[in-house]
């Protein structure tokens, strides 16, 4: 606030352009406390200097301009005092209430806008949330497709490996019956000449035994052929025994 003090001199003209200024001294009346201490004030017109307090509401205060000593002056000192002014503390709690009041229309404002982005917020999670749920949905049809697809693939290629692999076993079965028929065929014969050729050697060797035998009952029998022997008997008994395999030849 401002406090003021006019001095005039003994003629009673206005005591204009003091110099120094006026030294402005400011109690607090009821702490007794000396707050502004001799601090200069300034002139504004016709005698009269002012100071700029800044006042606490609800405090009293008591001032002094103290302008020295000046010849002809008719008093030295103005002094003064000044009531709480609860004004300015009405004026703040207006202003507080004002600035509430546009605080509370930021904030719902703001608030809106914190409700409008969780709309928006919430709108874009189910959205997400689909468009996840649509992708794993095609994804897992996909998947179940292609693995459909590769079962048949599969399939098909056992039955097509398993129809090869009976042909080449039928196969193989046709071509060892055929080597064990031509081996078995081969066999017989080889084992019919091989009977052949030993039947012919046993022949000979038979035939040569019994050449032999016969030369060797020959010289035994020579040798002991006797009238009324019995090597004569045994020679007679040979003899008819040749002429009988040579009938009917």
Known sequence: MWITATFYYDDGTPATGLSPLPLVYIWNIGTKALIINGLSSEEISNGTYRYWFDEVSGQAYHTLFDTGVVSELSGRYSIG?????????????????????????????????????????????????????????????????????????????????SGALNTSITNSTNTLSNIILATSGSLVIDIQNLSGVLMNELTTVYTGVTEVAGQVWDIILTQHVTTGTTGEALSNAVNASNDFKGYGK
Do not use: R
């Not at 409700?115 to 468009?131: H, R």
């Open 81 to 161: 005092d000044s009531e709480p002014d609860y004004n300015i503390a009405i004026q703040n709690i207006q202003t507080t209430s004002s600035n509430i009041e546009t605080y509370s229309i930021e904030l719902s404002g703001t608030l809106q806008t914190v409700k409008t982005n969780t709309e928006t917020i919430e709108t874009s999670i189910t959205n997400l949330d689909t468009s996840v749920t649509n992708e794993i949905l095609a994804l897992s049809g996909s998947l179940n497709t292609n693995i459909d697809d590769s079962e048949t693939v599969l399939k098909n290629d056992i039955l097509a490996t």
